[in-house]
């Protein structure tokens, strides 16, 4: 049976049995992201990858409650990371909206969704760091941000310079690779999927 192009979402789609299967894999990616990144310093977080991942395929809900769960188990380890929960699940939200808009499927668009999903994410964290952790919380982005500080500017100047620029180039590697992904996933399988069906009629298209 065919899906109306027309019918409305409703989180009861959003949330099938299948698309409640990948928010482990989400998080699980997620922790793999995010550890990978404390690690080696980088000046981005990646910990968003599997809430990118899960929103494309599954909506703004489903990829919110991956950000949510997130944060929730890697808070167990590091309760700095409770603190962020709200950044997460609007990653999952703001992305989840874009891809059930079709925004990732022509370049103009695609600029609007990543510059958006990083403005989103900034605004959402900004108070949060500067208020409650003083502008510097130990991860790559952070070590440049505090240079920045020491050079004389000011806090949200520099949290927001710093930190705008590098959540942009976050959301866009963590894209790219989520698309990767989803572009060798077979169509009876993305179509299972609420917003599945518009990665299908990208593959018709590049064929």
């Given at each position: 049976?065919?899906?109306?192009?027309?019918?409305?979402?409703s989180i009861k789609d959003d949330f099938s049995m299948?698309?409640?299967?990948?928010?482990?894999?989400?998080?699980?990616?997620?922790?793999?992201?995010?550890?990978?990144?404390?690690?080696?310093?980088?000046?981005?977080?990646?910990?968003?990858?599997?809430?990118?991942?899960?929103?494309?395929?599954?909506?703004?809900?489903?990829?919110?409650?991956?950000?949510?769960?997130?944060?929730?188990?890697?808070?167990i380890a590091n309760p700095v990371n409770f603190a962020?929960?709200?950044?997460?699940?609007?990653?999952?939200?703001?992305?989840?909206?874009?891809?059930?808009?079709?925004?990732?499927?022509?370049?103009?668009?695609?600029?609007?969704?990543?510059?958006?999903?990083?403005?989103?994410?900034?605004?959402?964290?900004?108070?949060?760091?500067?208020?409650?952790?003083?502008?510097?919380?130990?991860?790559?982005?952070?070590?440049?941000?505090?240079?920045?500080?020491?050079?004389?500017?000011?806090?949200?100047?520099?949290?927001?310079?710093?930190?705008?620029?590098?959540?942009?180039?976050?959301?866009?590697?963590?894209?790219?690779?989520?698309?990767?992904?989803?572009?060798?996933?077979?169509?009876?399988?993305?179509?299972?999927?609420s917003c599945g069906k518009f990665y299908i009629k990208?593959?018709?298209?590049?064929?």
């Open positions: 049976m065919i899906k109306d192009e027309n019918k409305k979402f299948l698309a409640l299967l990948i928010i482990p894999v989400g998080v699980a990616v997620n922790f793999v992201g995010g550890q990978l990144a404390s690690l080696l310093k980088l000046p981005m977080y990646l910990d968003t990858i599997g809430t990118i991942f899960t929103a494309m395929l599954a909506g703004p809900w489903l990829g919110a409650v991956t950000g949510l769960l997130t944060n929730i188990v890697t808070g962020f929960i709200p950044v997460s699940v609007v990653a999952g939200l703001v992305t989840g909206a874009f891809a059930r808009a079709n925004f990732f499927n022509v370049w103009w668009k695609w600029v609007i969704a990543m510059v958006a999903m990083g403005v989103a994410s900034i605004l959402t964290a900004a108070p949060i760091v500067v208020l409650m952790f003083g502008g510097v919380t130990g991860s790559g982005a952070s070590l440049i941000t505090a240079t920045v500080m020491a050079a004389g500017a000011n806090i949200w100047t520099a949290f927001i310079g710093t930190e705008g620029l590098f959540n942009i180039l976050d959301r866009i590697v963590s894209f790219l690779i989520c698309m990767s992904v989803i572009k060798v996933i077979p169509a009876r399988n993305l179509i299972k999927f990208n593959k018709k298209e590049e064929k």
